[in-house]
Each structure stands twice: as C-alpha cells, then as structure tokens.
C-alpha cells in the first residue's frame, strides 16, 4: 500500500489548512486511518484517525480545531486544521492500519505555523 500525502505549506497562526491523503488500494478495511505528526525534537503522535466504523480520535490539543474524514470511494483520508498555532508545526504524516499485522505510512508533509 502506498499513501500519497499532500497539502502542507507555511502558513500565519490563526489561518486553515487542508491535507488529503490517498491510497493506492482499497481503504474499506483500513482501521484506522488517519494522521500523525512529528515536530524536531518530538516523537511522533497521533492527531487525529478515523476507524472503519467511523468512530473518530483527537489529539487533545486540536480538539475543536481539527476535523478528519474519511472517504473510502475514493481512497482519501483528509484533515481540516483551522485556527492553526505556531505548535502544530510538524511533518505530517498519512497513516493506516492496512491489516492486523500491517501499517503503512505515507511520505510526510511539511506543516509550518508562523506566529
């Protein structure tokens, strides 16, 4: 499985940005599926997933500006970050729980929030 991540950038803290996220599969069955971070200097973690069942996770540190969807009809996971702050600076990465003993990760996408 290879995930394809996209839509990072620089950005002004307070402004929105989208990242989308496709997989070159089938997503029907991914569990979850969804997104990581990982700031210099951090470990990586968990921001914000969708489970096959639709339930969703938050870091709670974006709870109530962060919003994951998932669309399996076309294979994409993304994330509405809003009101970013210049601590969701991050490389972002697309994640998914292909099967019980597989994970795949995508490339990362730079995330910067200027203050």
């Known amino acids: 499985v290879q995930l394809q991540a996209s839509g990072g950038g620089l950005v002004q803290a307070g402004e929105s940005l989208r990242l989308s996220c496709t997989a070159s599969?089938?997503?029907?069955?991914?569990?979850?599926f969804g997104w990581y971070r990982q700031a210099p200097g951090k470990p990586r973690e968990k921001v914000a997933t969708v489970s096959k069942y639709g339930d969703t996770y938050y870091a709670d540190s974006v709870v109530g500006r962060f919003t994951v969807s998932r669309d399996d009809s076309r294979s994409t996971v993304d994330l509405q970050m809003n009101s970013l702050k210049p601590e969701d600076s991050a490389v972002y990465y697309c994640y998914a729980g292909v099967a019980m003993d597989l994970d795949a990760w995508g490339q990362g996408t730079l995330v910067t929030v200027s203050s």
């Open positions: 599969e089938s997503t029907f069955s991914f569990h979850p």
